[in-house]
């Protein structure tokens, strides 16, 4: 199976930046939706971004509208990790942000829950206003 782990998180304040990164292993043969997820205090977690390992060189990864032209994904072919830089931060992008990986065809922009069997512990992001 696949085990993830989160690294980053932290607090800061608006308009600021944060890095966060996943490391995988204990990886199958099989390519991945690589995606990170965010629940915000009180709510249920939702997707903000996804990279799809069997997606041609070039093909941008997917984000959520609320996080789109802010947030950037990138892949670390060298440490088989993904990492989410995080610009102009908002309050209202406190939660816990949570890796995941799934097996999916297609790594859907939807970024459904129900999909991703594979979960990281989560990190805290707080952004003060």
């Known amino acids: 199976q696949v085990h993830l782990e989160e690294h980053g998180g932290g607090s800061v304040q608006a308009r600021g930046s944060l890095r966060l990164a996943c490391t995988r292993s204990?990886?199958?043969?099989?390519?991945?939706?690589l995606a990170w997820f965010r629940q915000k205090p009180g709510k249920g977690r939702e997707g903000v971004a996804v990279?799809?390992?069997?997606?041609?060189?070039?093909?941008?990864?997917g984000y959520s509208h609320a996080v789109k032209g802010r947030f950037t994904l990138t892949k670390d072919n060298v440490n088989d990790a993904i990492t989410l830089q995080m610009n102009d931060l908002k309050p209202e992008d406190t939660g816990i942000y949570t890796c995941?990986?799934?097996?999916?065809?297609?790594?859907?922009?939807?970024?459904?829950?129900?999909?991703?069997?594979?979960w990281g512990q989560g990190t805290q992001v707080t952004v003060s206003s």
């Open positions: 995941a990986a799934s097996l999916l065809r297609v790594c859907s922009s939807l970024m459904r829950v129900e999909d991703y069997p594979y």
């Open positions: 204990g990886s199958d043969d099989r390519r991945h939706c």
């Open positions: 990279w799809d390992e069997d997606a041609d060189d070039g093909q941008d990864p």
